[in-house]
């Protein structure tokens, strides 16, 4: 990845567009592609926020500062369109995430990623309020407002919304089987529950339900307990996979904070061996 920067300190009318052209010398349909993925981003006089800009039409300030993070690999991805929908309130939308899909964008651009996708579907800024690895599949809880992601956040915060995954991973246990993983992940309390749904062929077929949420924590406390999941890139031994890593966030479920009710959203299909 190259990246640019420029502080723009003229008067002219000068668009965003052409700044860039001359601050990186690319062609101007690539210029284009940058801004509309998502790879551009500016300060306003130089103070605040450094946020993402996508119009090339934009007519600069003394002192904007512009980041232009080029990656031509990253901007030759598709953009990811047409997220699937599973339920939705004026607040919030649960949506459901493909594996492979970002969570979120980077500095080399969004246009991968569902938080983008459903902001092009919703037609206005939408929020994330918490992720999944990009190698995960399943549902994710985006806000429509700021006020809606505030309160969310703060019931991920307080553990008070459940979620629910599931996961194959090698070994044939027996079926109905529930075991506990408390393990500590670097240095913090991490606790993992599991159920075997189904076995054959000596991999088994696992609900999971955590209680703490650190890095790749599934992953990892499965892993540790010789239990690896199944097509998992980054931990475990012989369980190469294909298909690529089997992992669902399947469900949420909590209080929703302006009904005062209590909601459940799953999504249809369970995993297949």
Sequence with gaps: MRSFFGEYSG?????????????AKLPPDTIQSALRKGAVT??????????RERNPSLILKSKDKVWLHFDQKVLSF?????????????????????????????????HTSILRAVELKKRKEVYLVHRLDRETAGLMLIAYNSK??????????KNAIEKTYEAI????????YRDTIDASLDGKKAITHFEVLI??????????????????????????????VLGDPKYGKNNKNRDGLKLLARSVKFIDPWSKSEVSFTYPDSLEF
């Design 148 to 157: 809606a992601a505030h309160a969310l956040s703060e019931l991920f915060q």
């Design 11 to 23: 008067t002219d009318q000068l668009t965003l567009e052409k700044f860039l052209q001359t601050l």
């Design 42 to 51: 500016i300060q306003r006089g130089g103070r605040g926020k450094i946020l």
């Design 169 to 176: 991973v090698v070994g044939e246990l027996k079926e109905g």
């Design 78 to 110: 598709p953009e990811f369109q047409n997220p699937e929908l599973i339920g939705e309130t004026s607040h919030y939308g649960v949506w459901f995430k493909p594996a492979g899909i970002m969570s979120q964008g980077n500095q080399a651009g969004d």
């Design 199 to 228: 076995s054959e062929r000596g991999l088994s077929l696992l609900r999971i339900k955590i209680e703490t949420g650190r890095l790749h924590q599934i992953r990892r406390h499965l892993d540790h307990i010789g239990l690896p």
